[in-house]
């Protein structure tokens, strides 16, 4: 089967017009990310007593932050809260892109602490760039990787097809190879 030509190069210039503004805030957001630049996250900090002892009761949790929220005028995050096993307990988390609530269980089994986190724009980027922000931006950060690979394949098998780049092609390919076996020595 004989390679279409323009099939390929319609393929990676769709794909990288596609990708490159996911790819930027990945590339920046690395980048700063790498120079320790995290944004900003207010953390406010709530102990609530409880009128029965401590249980990983999904609907008595929610209603409990959903209650707490509304009387310290906080926003309610989107999102579906869930509940984790923590060490020897367990720890409510419900939130989004911009806020996170957390409740875990104190050594009073009638009191929990309730852990409000709201994180500005920057933080949300970082948040977007580790794939914390929930499955979508999993899903979507998963199709950019196999996208990127794609486009850089598409650029390999163009840049081979020409008799006039091919030997520099080939030779930065290899290059590209032994730079990346330190990695592994």
Known sequence: MKIQRMLVIKLHAFLACFILPLASLYFVSGALYSLDVKGQVDKQVYNL????????????LSELAKVELDQLDLVQPSGDPTIKAKKDSYEYRWGDLKYLVEIH?????????????????????????????G???????????????????????????????????LFALSAGVLALLPIFL
């Open 49 to 60: 007593a409880l009128d029965r002892p401590f249980s990983p009761d999904l609907a008595r």
């Open 105 to 133: 269980s104190t050594d009073n089994p009638l009191e929990v602490e309730l852990t409000y986190r709201e994180r500005n724009p920057l933080a949300q980027i970082m948040r977007v760039h580790r794939a914390e922000a």
């Open 135 to 169: 499955y979508p931006i999993k899903i979507f950060s998963v199709s950019m990787a196999i996208s990127l690979l794609i486009i850089l394949a598409s650029g390999v098998v163009l840049a081979l097809g020409l008799p006039k780049l091919r030997r520099n092609a």
